[in-house]
């Protein structure tokens, strides 16, 4: 059967995906950055999954203009890097696994979840940057990867209670998969930022740490902040972080936090970062 | 039954400096978000750098959303229903970091808005409510 063994959270902030295609690592801006991530890279290398869920929004490169559907999961065999206006990212064309991409729609539709299904699109930094910081820069991606895109632009985004009960569905979902498959489930997005307006700039690393401090062995006391609150605390961008309870939802009661890591900034953006396992 | 909900829908205008993209937002700003979403192809970059003023009456946006392109006043696009995830795709057309372009929406100096990030960033302290001034 397949099941959920880990999850990775982590920001996906462009610039940072910019940094690593134009190898800027080293340099004193990017280097307290992506060393934060020197953990979950060696941990990776133990630690590959057959498939990855990647949890992500799409930044009007394949929706949001024409269609805008609250949850989707990519459904074409492949991704190409979308070009967002500075030409494609120069990483490795994204491979889906359709089998239990399909069996997860069903069952989220069986479980009260009406899924939008994407047959064709591009996938842009939300889901690529995070790829690029857990696996460096490979001539293939090492797992196949389900996109599930979530809209948290367009207002009313899902409620973070939602995201939870998707996250659980997810579970059920994997875990009665006949195929043996390793999965892992990443949450991306966040943390606390604001792109537009006199409140640009916004962060809130009080706010952030305690998020991360509950997110592994209290996440509910985190289901139910509202989406005025992530609004008001964590900017109108910080709302991305519905996406990390679906992540954690889909683990399951026990983790086991491997890594956890915090900076500001990253571009406009307080970056945030933990890996778990799952103990069961 | 009356509908209960956790705040009034008006609540997300009581944030300073803040304009939530709504679905009204996001019809207003469709023709505009739909010439910046053209700009993910090279060739129209390109038709666009040639003639901007050409290339943006190809699109059913309104007379102050092409000036507003044209001047590259992003505070302004904003107030006309724009969101940040399309309009930065004319600042990437014009080879300009996200930074940048976020910046030109608060009013402050490029400069100004970078020192403010390595420094913490903009504390939410009195910004999170209008009306109760936190």
Known sequence: ?280 | MPRTRLYPLEDLEDIPGTKVFTAKASRQAYHLHKFCMSLMKAENREEFKADERAYLDKFKMSEAQKQAVLDRDMMKLIELGGNMYFLVKIASTDGMSALKAVSATSGMSADEYAKMMLEGGRSPEGLRSIRDRN
């Open chain 1, 1 to 280: 059967m397949a099941r959920i063994t880990a999850g990775i959270a982590t920001s996906h902030v462009p610039a940072i995906g910019a940094a690593i295609d134009l190898g800027k690592q080293e340099d004193p801006y990017w280097k307290p950055v992506f060393e934060g991530y020197e953990f979950v890279k060696e941990w990776a290398k133990d630690h590959t999954p057959d498939v990855v869920i990647l949890v992500y929004n799409d930044h009007a490169s394949a929706l949001m203009l024409d269609i805008v559907p609250t949850f989707a999961i990519g459904f074409d065999d492949q991704f190409l890097p979308a070009d967002e206006g500075w030409g494609r990212r120069p990483v490795p064309t994204v491979y889906n696994h359709i089998d239990l991409a399909a069996h997860i729609a069903e069952q989220l539709v069986i479980d009260e979840f009406d899924i939008t299904l994407i047959n064709e699109m591009d996938v842009d930094h939300g889901l690529t940057v995070p790829l690029s910081l857990v696996f460096g820069q490979p001539e293939e991606w090492p797992c196949k990867v389900i996109p599930l895109a979530v809209n948290v632009s367009q207002f009313p985004t899902p409620s973070g209670e939602r995201c939870w009960k998707l996250g659980e569905a997810i579970r059920n979902a994997v875990k009665t998969f006949p195929e043996d498959l390793d999965v892992q489930v990443w949450g991306t997005g966040g943390m606390s930022h604001q792109l537009h307006g006199s409140r640009a700039g916004l962060i809130n690393e009080k706010w952030d740490k305690r998020f991360i401090d509950l997110l592994a062995h209290e996440p509910e006391e985190l289901k139910y902040i509202t989406r005025l609150e992530y609004l008001r605390e964590a900017g109108t961008e910080g709302i991305e972080l519905i996406m990390w309870l679906i992540m954690r939802a889909a683990l399951g009661y026990g983790v086991e936090e491997k890594h956890r890591f915090y900076r500001v900034p990253a571009s406009n953006t307080a970056v945030g970062h933990v890996v778990y396992e799952t103990k069961s």
